[in-house]
C-alpha cells in the first residue's frame, strides 16, 4: 500500500488500472485533453465504441473499459466524469471527491493492486489546480488509510509545470520524468495541434482583469444605464431570495457563484461583452475551450435568454443545468 506521485504522461504508467476524465457523455470523435490522449494510446475506434457500450457517465461516477492498446501498461481504463468549476458553490467539491472514490472503490472491484489518476479537473474544467491538488492527494490518502488491509499503490501522474511546483512544496522528492518542451509538444497533440489557437481564443474571450469595480457596483451601473428593476431581473433569471437576501445586505461585500453571475447577465438580456465583464468583476469568465461555457456563450450569441431555453440546450448535452430555487 502506497502513494507515489511522478511528473509524467499517464499513458506511460505501468499499473493494472489508469483513471481518465472523461467527458459525460459519449464521444463520437477523439476528445481533447488527457482523455485524448488516452483514447489515442488505447486505440480510438476501439475505445470508442467501448464508451459507447457504456453510455452517458454521470458527473462523479466511474465505470469500466478494458485496455486495448494500453494491455501492456494496463488491465483497465476507469472512465469517470469531473465536474466543470463554477465557483464552487455548484457540489464541484463534493462531485471531484466522488470522482477518486468511486474510482477507487471500482478498482478494488476489479481486483486491481495498482491504479493511477492524473490530477482531475484542473485542465479546461477550470478547478483550481490547488484545490483539484489538494482534493487528489487527500483522497487518495483517505483511500489508503482506510483500507490498511489492501494492498494497493496509487500514483498521482502530474502533467502541467505549475501543478507540479506546487505539489513540489509538500512533497519535495517527486520525480520528473519528462520535460517542459515535451510537456508542450504532448498537449499539442492532445489539442489536435491547436494548442496555441485555444490558448489564443481562451484569451480573446476572457478579459484580462478587472475593471476596478466590484460586481455589485457594475451591476448596478447596468440596471440603471438599461432602465431595468433588479426585482424584475432577479425574477427573470430566477435567482432565490436568499442570495437576493445576501446581495441587499453585504452590498459591495457580496460575492457570487459563477451560476448566479450568468443568471442575472441572462436576466438583463446582457452582450458576450456585457456578460464578460459582469463576471470579470466577480473574477470569473466564460472560456470557449469549456463545453459548459461555449453552450452559455452560443445562447447568449443567439439571444436565447431565458433559463428554461439554457437549461435545455444545457441538458441536451448532458451538462448540469442553472439551478432553479425549489417553488419558483
Given at each position: ?35 485524448g490522449a488516452i483514447h489515442e494510446a ?37 472512465h469517470t466524469v469531473a465536474p466543470i ?28 493492486s495498482s491504479i493511477a489518476f492524473s ?210
Amino acid at each position: 500500500m502506497s502513494l507515489k506521485i511522478v511528473r509524467d504522461d499517464i499513458t506511460n504508467i505501468k499499473v493494472d488500472a489508469i483513471v481518465n476524465s472523461a467527458n459525460h457523455t459519449q464521444p463520437t470523435k477523439k476528445p481533447d485533453g488527457t482523455d485524448g490522449a488516452i483514447h489515442e494510446a488505447a486505440g480510438v475506434e476501439d475505445l470508442l465504441k467501448a464508451r459507447k457500450a457504456i453510455g452517458t457517465i454521470e458527473f462523479g461516477d466511474a465505470k469500466e473499459t478494458e485496455a486495448f492498446n494500453l494491455s501492456k501498461n494496463a488491465r483497465y481504463i476507469i472512465h469517470t466524469v469531473a465536474p466543470i468549476w463554477q465557483g464552487g458553490n455548484n457540489h464541484e467539491i463534493e462531485t471531484l471527491r466522488s470522482c477518486y472514490q468511486k474510482s477507487l472503490a471500482l478498482a478494488l472491484k476489479l481486483n486491481c493492486s495498482s491504479i493511477a489518476f492524473s490530477v482531475m479537473g484542473s485542465g479546461i474544467n477550470n478547478i483550481p489546480k490547488k484545490e483539484a491538488l489538494n482534493i487528489a492527494v487527500s483522497e487518495i490518502i483517505n483511500f489508503l488509510f482506510g483500507h490498511e488491509e489492501v494492498n494497493m499503490d496509487v500514483t498521482l501522474v502530474l502533467f502541467d509545470k505549475e501543478t507540479f511546483e506546487l505539489c513540489k512544496k509538500v512533497f519535495p522528492n517527486i520525480k520528473e520524468r519528462i520535460e517542459d518542451r515535451l510537456v508542450e509538444q504532448i498537449a499539442n497533440v492532445e489539442y489536435d495541434g491547436n494548442l496555441s489557437n485555444r490558448r489564443k481564443q481562451q484569451r480573446l474571450i476572457a478579459p484580462a482583469k478587472p475593471l476596478g469595480k466590484t460586481f455589485m457596483e457594475y451591476l448596478d451601473r447596468l440596471l440603471k444605464s438599461k432602465n431595468l428593476d433588479f426585482d424584475d431581473v432577479r425574477i427573470e433569471a430566477r435567482v432565490s431570495d436568499k442570495i437576493c437576501s445576501d446581495m441587499r445586505n453585504k452590498q459591495n461585500d457580496y460575492h457570487p457563484g459563477k451560476e448566479t453571475a450568468i443568471k442575472l447577465a441572462l436576466g438583463m438580456h446582457l452582450t458576450l461583452d456585457e456578460t464578460q465583464t459582469l463576471l470579470n468583476t466577480a473574477y470569473y469568465a466564460l472560456h470557449a475551450n469549456s463545453e459548459y461555457d461555449s453552450t452559455i456563450i452560443g445562447c447568449i450569441l443567439k439571444e436565447k435568454y431565458k433559463i428554461s431555453e439554457v437549461n435545455r440546450e444545457l441538458r441536451s448535452k448532458g451538462l448540469q443545468l442553472l439551478p432553479i430555487p425549489k417553488g419558483k
